[in-house]
């Protein structure tokens, strides 16, 4: 297929050419540091040519990093807008008015710290150190030392906004493999793209990603919604939001009927195939077309081109497949598919590399998991949630933060009774008011930021925290490519790197931990010991060092060691689940919310809401307030089908009122095809409106605990 040459062209400069072609003159004054973009997620973190004048960032470029190759999305470019905006927190803060009032009064590091380290410790004493439960948000590169400091102080309740994000995705791949295989793409023939859409929300990849596509790479697209990649692909299953389940089961169906699986890997590598075999012949294509809303000759197409095409990858997302109430069974029924295929852990296929560092797969591989648990979970309290997400407990090395508000106010089995929060953001959470009200009860809450945001508003200290371009981090990226990162600028006003705050506050709260009293860099060396690397050296190579002369990672590691699951095997049908009393096999559910889980709410609520998918200019709560971002749309709207707006009368632009069961909101609306008839799209994370006001705050995933973000029955009606 031919590409177009618009937005999308792949025809970016090699970075030779790049060098040559810089239009910004160094000399006169101004300095061309280097540094990474940390506004969107660690698989991107674009590296950045920062020209820097009398200590002032004039402009941003993409760097020479060979992961972005001198290109950055629209956010990157907006860099100076998000460092040098008016709300940037500048300095300690503690709060002097009601809380929620903003009122606040400014005070120095040290008083902040001393005051932050007495109330955590007055409360550890009162009530055990498990009642200060320690948060990071989206913002990532603080998290083990976090973890660490938690753990050193005594609480075993660190928790993230992976709590939403990713890490149900990680748990189905478990339950099922015991690890995480990502696409080997440069390899790979054909992929099967679910619910992902990598031209908005991972552009790094998209030049990989079209390069394939050239070299004949077949693509398949999964998703409720039509996106830039669509026009790419050759297949675009179309389904229903939160029936991901059954369509992986129909597929798998006829991969089996048709004689299409690896036989040889399912015989010898796999537990419960038979079981699964039999479950999934209940998805015949036409009872899969009748949940999923896919034409059946297109499940049949999209079976056998992934099937038939050797090697194949698998690219997932990490959250849209697990954003329902039934996400995570959805999940491994369609990662089942990899193993199904014979396609784990081979070239060209779902690639399993251990870790490097902070979600970035490695080799080298750091010790950052050692590093982070530094005491036994057996030597503190049980960790919130325990009881009510034992699945994700037993799985994952964390809590599961969605419990927090509701630990808060039950103080059940025990009270949560301060929270440390790094970015925290209430409007993250399904029903962020209660979690916001719920955040306004706490004895302590501190807050380190960026912005003065509205959850600030709710703190009793505010610790001022800085960007990217104004600390030292360290970043590994998949091209064999490691960068220490040096300040370009200094901190603005009194603000502090997140990584400073964590160790003075170790040295008042954790004292006893050797290791963390001994400061930032000797804890990264720690991390860094096998790789050989030192911050040191790293050091001596301001704009990245490349890492040569390492080996490959051998493919098909379980021929070796088995699969690291309870049975050594790919479980088709899991061992802990059955374990927990829960359905071992990858079981269908309708969506709790949805049209056949509650048909009598259909009269009211006659359409499916789905939130968040991902748009270009914006990161969650992040990008709003940036002048070049927000003006690209500069009102929050919901997106609905032509005809869904004609039978309400609605016209573009028109004021709607979109309500669910719980809340009902004002909105513009878009009218467009990207929807289907009797969807709705609506992008998250807007001030106001609060579309997270629109969830039951217990709108979960029982195994998970993930939110239904995207499966919800809702209604629009036009606004009088
Ligand atoms: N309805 C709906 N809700 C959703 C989703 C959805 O799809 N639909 N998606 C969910 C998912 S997948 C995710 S990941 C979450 C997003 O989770 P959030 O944590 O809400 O993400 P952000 O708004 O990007 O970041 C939170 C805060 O971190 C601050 N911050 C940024 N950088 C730093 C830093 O370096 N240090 C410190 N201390 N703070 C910093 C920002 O200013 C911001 O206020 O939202 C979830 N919520
Ligand atoms: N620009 C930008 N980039 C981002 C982010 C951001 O906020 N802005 N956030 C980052 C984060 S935290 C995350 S988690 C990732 C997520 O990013 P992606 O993985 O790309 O996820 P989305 O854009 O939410 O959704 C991708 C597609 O999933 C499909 N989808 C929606 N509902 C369903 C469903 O019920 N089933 C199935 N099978 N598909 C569905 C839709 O068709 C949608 O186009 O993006 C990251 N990158
Ligand atoms: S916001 Fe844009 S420039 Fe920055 S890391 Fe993400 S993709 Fe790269
Ligand atoms: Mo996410």
């Known amino acids: ?25 160094v000399g006169g004054g101004i300095e061309l540091r280097k540094t990474i973009c940390a506004i969107c997620n660690p698989l991107s973190h674009c590296g950045i040519d920062a020209y820097v004048r009398d200590g002032v960032v004039i402009k941003v470029e993409g760097s020479d990093n060979p992961h972005n190759g001198g290109t950055l999305c629209a956010k990157g470019a907006a860099s100076r ?43 550890k004493e009162e009530s055990g150190a498990e009642s200060v439960a320690f948060f990071a948000g ?37 339950l099922n493999y015991g690890c995480f295989g990502r696409p080997d793409l440069g390899n790979a023939k ?40 669509t026009r790419h692909a050759d297949v675009h299953l179309r389904i229903r939001p939160g029936t991901s389940g059954a369509l992986a089961l129909g597929m798998a169906n006829v991969i089996i009927e048709e004689e299409l699986y690896d036989r040889d890997f399912v015989e010898n590598w796999t537990l419960g195939f038979d079981d699964f075999k039999k479950y999934a012949g209940n998805f015949s294509l036409e009872r899969t077309e009748a949940i999923t809303g896919v034409p059946a000759h297109l499940t049949r197409q999209a079976a056998r081109l992934y099937a038939k095409t050797r090697p194949a990858a698998l690219q997932t997302s990490a959250s849209p ?44 591989s750091t010790r950052e998991h050692e590093y982070e648990q530094s005491r036994p979970w057996s030597e503190m309290a049980p960790r919130m949630g325990v009881e009510r997400f034992p699945v994700w407990s037993r799985v994952i090395a ?17 009270p949560i009774r301060s929270v440390v929060g790094f970015g925290l953001n209430h409007r993250m959470w399904p029903g962020c008011d209660f979690m916001y009200e719920s955040l306004k009860k706490l004895d302590f809450f501190l807050q380190v930021e960026l912005f003065m945001t509205d959850t600030c508003k709710a703190a009793d200290l505010i610790l001022p925290a800085c960007t990217s371009f104004e600390r030292s981090e360290l970043k590994f990226y998949p091209e064999k490519f490691v960068i220490w990162t040096t300040p370009v600028i200094e901190p603005l006003g009194d603000s502090r790197p997140d990584a400073t705050i964590i160790f003075d506050l170790a040295r008042r709260i954790a004292p006893e931990d050797a290791l963390l009293t001994r400061g930032y860099e000797a804890n990264v060396d720690w991390i860094l010991e096998p790789t050989g690397l030192t911050v040191e050296k790293l050091k001596q190579h301001p704009g990245g060092l490349s890492l040569k002369d390492i080996p490959q990672v051998p493919f098909r590691k379980y021929e070796k060691s088995g699969f690291p699951t309870p049975s050594g095997k790919m479980e088709f049908a899991s061992t802990v689940l059955r374990e927990f009393g829960l359905d071992p096999l990858p079981a269908y559910k309708e969506p709790e919310l949805g049209p056949v889980g509650r048909p009598e709410l259909l009269k009211d609520f006659p359409l499916i809401l789905t939130t968040g998918a991902r748009l270009p200019m914006f990161v969650h709560s992040r990008t709003f307030r940036l002048p070049w971002t927000n003006g690209l749309r500069p009102e929050p709207m919901l997106d609905i089908n032509p005809e869904d707006a004609a039978n309400r009368d609605i016209a573009q632009g028109d004021t709607v009122r979109l309500s669910t069961p719980r809340n009902s909101i004002e909105v513009k609306a878009n009218i467009t095809q990207i929807v289907s008839r009797g969807v709705i799209n609506i992008y998250h994370g807007y001030r106001d409106p609060e579309i997270n006001t629109l969830f039951e705050p217990d709108y979960l995933d029982p195994i998970s605990g993930f939110p239904g973000f995207k499966s919800l029955l809702c209604k629009v009606e036009k606004s009088i």
């Open 1 to 25: 297929m031919n590409r177009d040459s618009g937005a999308f062209s792949n025809a970016g400069p090699d970075a030779a050419a790049l060098r040559n072609c810089k239009a910004s003159p």
């Open 81 to 123: 807008q998000y460092i040098y905006h008016k709300d940037r927190l500048r300095t300690p803060l503690l709060r002097t008015g009601e809380k929620g009032s903003g009122e606040f009064w400014p005070i120095s590091w040290e008083e902040a710290l001393d005051i932050a380290a007495q109330r955590l410790n007055s409360i």
């Open 138 to 174: 989206y913002p990532k590169w603080m998290r083990p030392f976090l973890k660490r400091l938690a753990h050193s102080f005594g609480s075993p309740n660190y928790c993230t906004e992976s709590s939403t994000c990713s890490t149900a995705a990680f748990l189905a791949a478990k």
């Open 190 to 229: 054909c992929l099967l793209v679910w619910s992902a859409n990598p031209f908005y929300s991972n552009t790094s990849m998209v030049r990989r990603l079209l390069d394939a596509r050239d070299r004949g790479l077949k693509i398949i697209e999964v998703g409720p919604l039509v996106t830039p990649l």
């Open 321 to 364: 497949t697990v954003h329902h109430t039934n996400g995570v069974q959805n999940h491994r029924a369609l990662t089942a598919l990899i193993g199904l295929t014979g396609n784990f852990d081979v070239r060209g296929g779902n690639y399993v590399r251990p870790p490097a560092y902070l979600y970035v797969p490695g080799p080298p």
């Open 398 to 414: 964390e809590a599961q933060a969605m419990h927090l508000p509701f630990q808060i106010q039950t103080e059940t089995p025990y």
